[in-house]
């Protein structure tokens, strides 16, 4: 039985198909989210690069910032649910998500038994959060995704004092001005989004199996300050990314096995 689940995010829209509930068989992301085509082109991405055709699918669920506007699917549920759902399928004992999306974040607690018990998001303010990374990178004239092997590069570390995203890119601005190195600033920078999503964390307590979820996971200089700055591990997969994909694949197949009893 296949079941598909469809991610519409801030800034990347990602499907997974899941084979009876457990094996990802097919999957697909493409930049854009909500109000843009990238929930449309990884769709279309995902019947391009699988066997599995669209009248394959069981059932189907959306999950996501952006899940209301979209047509289509058979059910939408919450990005907390979905988050869970899929972190847990890839850690069957984890009992804290840590997931960081391109404009929010949120830590979310799971019971012993893999229900959702607590969770604190942040979707307010910037700091904190993919689109301060996005934001310091288009300053920095860097692509993202080089952050982690960048900041791993730092010897002398500078910090970033600035609570405000606005504020904080004048900061980099004059730090550059001042002559310090890109390695030391990217660091400090990777640290502030750390240091905040700790700060949610400590509130909605952290039990391991810890790990982390969203497009920021794959920023190794984030996960570290992480680790460092709430002394746990924290798992990382590199579906990371896809972690609310898969629990939203997981939820249509829990609704169906439901249905059949
Ligand atoms: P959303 O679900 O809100 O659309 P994602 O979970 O897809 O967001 O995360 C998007 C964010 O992930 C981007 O803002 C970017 O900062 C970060 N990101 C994505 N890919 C990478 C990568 N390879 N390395 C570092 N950061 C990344």
């Known amino acids: 039985m ?10 990347t829209s990602k499907c997974v198909i899941l084979k009876d509930g457990e094996e990802i068989v097919a999957k ?3 930049l854009g ?8 082109a990884a769709l279309a991405e995902l019947w391009n690069a699988s066997e599995i055709k669209e009248s394959d699918i069981a059932r189907t669920t959306v999950t996501g ?18 988050h869970a759902l899929g972190g847990r399928l890839v850690y069957p004992g984890l009992r804290t998500v840590i997931d960081i999306g391109g404009q929010d974040a949120k830590v979310i607690s799971l019971s012993e038994d893999g229900r959702m018990s607590n969770f604190v998001m942040n979707d307010k303010c ?4 993919g ?11 860097m692509d993202v995704n080089d952050f982690g092997s960048c900041a791993a590069a730092s010897t002398e570390e500078i910090a970033i004092s600035s609570t405000c995203t606005v504020f904080a890119e004048s900061e980099v601005i004059s730090q550059l001005a001042n002559g310090v190195k890109r390695e030391d600033l990217v660091a400090g920078i990777c640290t502030s989004v750390a240091v905040r999503v700790a700060a949610l964390a ?5 039990k391991e199996l810890v790990c982390m979820s969203g497009g920021v996971a794959k920023n190794e200089a984030v996960r570290r300050a992480l680790e460092k700055s709430l002394d746990v591990d924290i798992a990382f997969d590199p579906l ?10 997981r939820y249509s197949y829990n609704k169906l096995i439901k249905q059949q009893r």
């Open 2 to 11: 296949y079941t598909l689940g469809i991610d519409i995010g801030s800034t």
């Open 28 to 30: 697909s992301i493409q």
């Open 33 to 40: 989210g909500l109000g843009t085509d990238g929930p449309s």
């Open 65 to 82: 910032y952006g899940r209301m506007k979209f047509e289509g699917g058979d059910d939408e549920a919450s990005e907390l649910t979905c």
């Open 126 to 129: 910037a700091a904190g959060t």
């Open 131 to 141: 689109r301060f990374l996005d934001v310091m990178a288009n300053i920095l004239k």
């Open 202 to 206: 400590r509130r909605a307590g952290v």
């Open 240 to 249: 990371a990314q896809y972690f609310g994909a898969i629990g939203a694949a």
